[in-house]
């Protein structure tokens, strides 16, 4: 394997001219993207009405988008290999444009749908692709800073997602949403058409049907299983645990033909980078983040303000923005103390930052005011953004080139599937802990115990700080 890997490394032979607007536009467009994956949830009450379709299918409309993402993200490895990064910065962008454009023009349902689904094709190939190039653009020592702004697109979008769209819906149709998105990612595709240019080497890797089969199934499967969990058993199409369970058996066929596969360096996606100890490491504490700030941050806390604090959705909106900024703000600077101090002085205060917030947050009830709530999250973002940049960074910094792609498409999966287990795992907490079982919205106790439950992951995200590697990036960098 070492003749193969000795080259790959000098892939990029020639920098490009302006490697910080390529990577500066590449962080817009994956800001606009994400944004847009969280900006529509605060309108699906307007669409239930407005479109005649009850709130089941509606919901859909978020977790089909969840659901493609996690379906094409494991083929970006392949699609990073086989074609140049241009190409597949067009791909992306002219798929997420497409989408954007059929949803704010459908007249119903079915086409809205559609639109979403082929946004979310253009949006789970943006991530890896961002990743990949800053990797192989930006020196080792200058990574820490740089993958901090990445983490500012994937954690503030999201955040600040409602709080925009309740802006818009407040004053606009919900159509808008689309239609101020659009203009961006036009403006994106056609700077990146005209500057990006990156040398890169292609291999002519043939894809293998039976993996994408075999991916789409299993990933589909495990989130169609978790996002359905909260249904009733009238709507829901098959039990959670069945289409669980086959997700899981495909996914370790999956797993057993990559690695069959890679043997003759064909895999779709390779799993060699779990061969790293610290990219290992990296991914478990990943995924106990993205747990807590999806299912935790983005879920809970919003249900709390609004059915135990009576909130509107306007004032929860506003009230978990100051958190979304400070994370926002951290972006850059923990990136740039990771270049100096490495990752594990950062992760482990972040972890206890998480750990105790999530704790805090068991002890509210129906009379806690706004303003500790906002504090407590506040404290809740501040370790998030410990964590986010060092865990990003390191995991992928211990990787040879030709295996940055696939790390960063296994990273990307995981986030998907964290996300959707963790608001899997505390919704059902919370609803089997309410007085009523039955009710619509989980109340005051049972939110409480699904805080509590939540705050047990950060304690275990405390434990596996501790196996985060000291040295510093440039050190880890020499060694591999």
């Known amino acids: ?152 697109v994937i954690a503030v979008a999201p955040a600040i997602g409602p709080t925009i769209g309740g802006a818009v819906l407040s004053s606009l149709g919900w159509r808008w949403m689309f239609f101020i998105v659009l203009p961006l990612s036009l403006a994106a595709l056609v700077t990146g058409m005209l500057q990006l240019r990156i040398d890169s080497e292609t291999r002519a890797v043939p894809l293998d049907v039976l993996s994408v089969v075999l991916s789409a199934i299993g990933f589909g499967g495990v989130l169609y299983g978790l996002s359905s969990a909260g249904e009733s058993a009238e709507t829901a199409l098959a039990p959670p645990w069945l289409p669980i369970v086959v997700g899981v058996v495909s996914l370790a066929v999956f797993g057993w033909r990559q690695l069959r596969l890679q043997q003759r360096d064909r895999a779709l996606l390779d799993l060699r980078p779990f061969t790293h100890r610290s990219f290992v490491v990296a991914l478990g504490l990943s995924a106990l983040l993205f747990m807590c700030l999806i299912g935790a941050g983005a879920i809970l806390l919003p249900l709390y303000l609004q059915t135990v604090l009576h909130k509107s959705t306007f004032v929860s909106g506003l009230a978990v923005l100051p958190g979304g900024l400070v994370l926002g703000l951290l972006g850059r600077p923990v990136g740039a103390l990771f270049d100096r101090v490495g990752a594990r002085p950062l992760v482990l205060p972040g972890a206890l930052a998480m750990a105790v917030s999530l704790w805090l947050f068991s002890l509210l009830g129906p009379g806690s005011p706004l303003i500790a709530v906002i504090g407590i999250h506040i404290v809740l973002m501040a370790g998030l953004g410990l964590m986010m940049t060092p865990l990003m960074t390191e995991s992928l910094a211990v990787l040879p080139d030709h295996l940055y792609s696939h790390g960063s498409a296994i990273l990307s999966t995981l986030q998907q599937v964290a996300g959707a287990l963790g608001t899997a795992v505390f919704v059902s907490v919370a609803t089997l802990g309410s007085a009523e079982h039955a009710a619509v919205s989980p109340d005051s106790s049972g939110l409480q115990v699904a805080f509590v439950v939540a705050g047990c992951v950060g304690a275990v995200a405390v434990a596996g700080a501790w196996f985060v590697r000291s040295p510093r990036p440039a050190r880890t960098a020499e060694e591999a």
């Open 1 to 152: 394997m070492s003749g193969v890997s000795a080259p790959v490394p000098e892939a990029p032979v020639r920098p490009p001219a302006k490697p910080g607007l390529l990577i500066s536009v590449l962080v817009l467009s994956a800001f606009v993207m994400i944004l847009n994956e969280t900006i529509l949830s605060i309108a699906l009450r307007d669409l239930t009405v407005d479109l005649a379709v009850p709130t089941t299918t509606i919901q859909w409309l978020t977790s089909g988008f969840l659901l493609t993402m996690a379906v094409v993200i494991p083929t970006t490895g392949f699609l990073l290999e086989r074609f140049t990064p241009r190409q597949v910065f067009v791909f992306s962008l002219a798929s997420f444009s497409l989408g954007t454009l059929l949803c704010g023009v459908a007249p119903g349902f079915g086409l809205l749908m559609a639109g979403r689904v082929v946004q979310a094709c253009g949006t789970a190939v943006m991530i890896p692709l961002l990743m990949t190039t800053v990797m192989r653009l930006v020196p080792a020592e200058r990574r820490g800073a740089t993958m901090g702004t990445i983490s500012i």
